[in-house]
């Protein structure tokens, strides 16, 4: 698994700031340059766990990839019930946290110029509710959730066909310019929806253009757009999970201080 920096966008248009918090994850190892960042940051590799010495590939990571500060930090908001949560919870409880829309909106400035921070908190069960919407987050992105077997876009149009022009109008996304192939029941928010500084359902057949379309290329594509779509829909609920548990910060307000001082801390 893997995360990255996160970067805010220059303001636009009506001097509003587009955030992008560039996180993903992998089940290997990523090159540098996967997040576009343009002269904005670095992307990093932070392996969830780590393995004896400096063998990534071994196969036998056995250690968990957080600082000791960091553990610290969650000790004490947990107490003992730290040892009720797993890493994959800590790192799904912080990879759904950071795709919050509020937490985005509300830290926005001090995301411009630092690492995002890791709200901590005492209550388990907040923690748990939030690491279960980011377990779902993780599935979509690696493309492992059962939910990309419903395919709502629906290719029309011929056999095989060849990325010539790429556009979206009324819901579709074309493949060329006299709009006779291409997929339907993209939702506009799907189509704009932007990961790691690309606009995923352009930037995927952008980088196939000229080429042909084969039927796995085709139900590919339509995974990425549920994927994209359950997303959107996860992180809205995120926000309504948190809302319920006291809203931010008011979930977090006992835990201010750890707040402030636990960046979410690994090794890269």
Known sequence: MADARSAIDRPKGNGLSLIHIY?????????????????????????????????????????????????????????????????????????????SPTYRNRYAELLKIDFPRLPLTGNLELIRAVARL???????????????????????????????????????????KAQKRGFRDVPEAVWDFHMGGYQVCEKWLKDRKGRTLSKDDIGHYQKIVVALSETLRLMKEIDVVIEKHGGWPGAFQSMQNQFDAAQVETRQ
């Not at 540098?32 to 071994?58: I, R, V």
């Not at 797993?86 to 946290?97: R, T």
């Open 23 to 99: 996180f993903g994850v992998s089940r290997v190892p990523i090159c540098h340059g996967t997040f576009y960042l343009g002269n904005k940051g670095q992307d990093y590799f932070a392996p969830l766990f780590l393995s004896p010495g400096d063998d990534l590939l071994s196969g036998s990571a056995s250690e968990a990839n957080f600082t000791p500060k960091f553990a610290a930090a969650l000790s004490q908001a947990l107490g003992a019930k730290a040892k009720a949560i797993s890493p994959e919870d800590i790192f799904q409880y912080a990879y759904a946290a950071f795709y």
């Open 134 to 176: 980011g377990g779902k987050l993780v599935a979509l992105h690696l493309l492992e959730s059962p939910l990309l077997d419903n395919l709502p876009a629906t290719y029309t149009g011929p056999a095989g066909p060849e990325v010539e022009k790429i556009s979206h109008t009324g819901g579709t996304v074309w493949l060329d």
